[in-house]
C-alpha cells in the first residue's frame, strides 16, 4: 500500500500577456508535491524558486512538473533544495518533468540533486522540446545514496528536441546494488553532473574534433569533464564523481551561463 500517492502536476509558465512582442509577460503557476514562488519578475523576464511542499520522495509518490517559456521570454528556475526519494518499502516512485521552450525564449534551470536513498527504486523521466531560436542551459545531478549509503535504483530516461528534430535521447539505469548499473557504468563513482545547452553551441574554449561522435575535455587537468557536440545545436558537459562537491561542472555552468542574453 502507498505510503502517499500524489498526482498534481506542478506548473510553471512564464507567456506573454498578448499577441504583440513588447507587451509584457505573465506568470502562471500551480503546484504540486513542489510548490514555484516568485523571486523576481521583470517585463520580459522572471526568476523562480522550487520549494518541496512536504517530505518527498516516499514510495507510490508521483513528483510531476511542466515548464513553458513564451517566445522572447527568460525564465530562470532554481531549486530550493535537492530532492531525497527514500526508502520505498518495495513501491516505484516518479519524477516527470517536460521543458517546453518557445521561438526566442531562454530557459535556464540550476537543478540541485536528486538522490536515490537504499531501498528507493526510481524512474525519472526528463522531456524537452526547444523551438527553433529557443534556448536551454539545464544542470542535471543524480546521486545514488547519501554518505555511507549504497544507493537505490534508478532509471533517466530523457528526450531532448530542437526544432522538432531529435537533439539527445538517452536511458541511464543505474543500481547501487546492480555490477551493471553501478560499477559497470559508474566505476565506484556515486554521482552524475550534467550541464546541457540546447538550442545554441557555448564557447568551451576548446574546438572539438570533427569526427561522427566529437567530444573534448573542459576543465583543469586531472578533473575535466567530458563535453558531448549534440546532432543539432547544443552540447552536453557531464562528470562523474564520488562526491557532488568533487565536481568541476559549477565553473562550467558560469561560464556558459554569462554567454546568454539577459533580456
Partial sequence: MPTRTDVRTARVALLPTDSHPGGGARLELRGGLVSPRVVRQGAASAEV???ATTATLLGGDELRLAVEVGPGLRLDLRDVAGTVAYHGRGLRCLVAVSLTVHPGAVLVWAG???VVCDGAE???TLDVDVAETGRLLLRD???????GQVGGDL???TTMAYAARPALVEELTLGGTSTVGGVGVLGGARVVDSVTALGWRPDTGVTPPADPAPRHTEGAPGARATVFRLHEPGVLARRLVTDAHDSDLPGTWARWAAQLPSL
Fill in 141 to 147: 545531478r543524480v546521486a545514488l545514496g547519501r554518505s
Fill in 112 to 114: 540541485e540533486p536528486l
Fill in 155 to 157: 532509471t533517466c530516461r
Fill in 122 to 124: 526510481v524512474v525519472r
Fill in 49 to 51: 524558486a522550487l520549494i
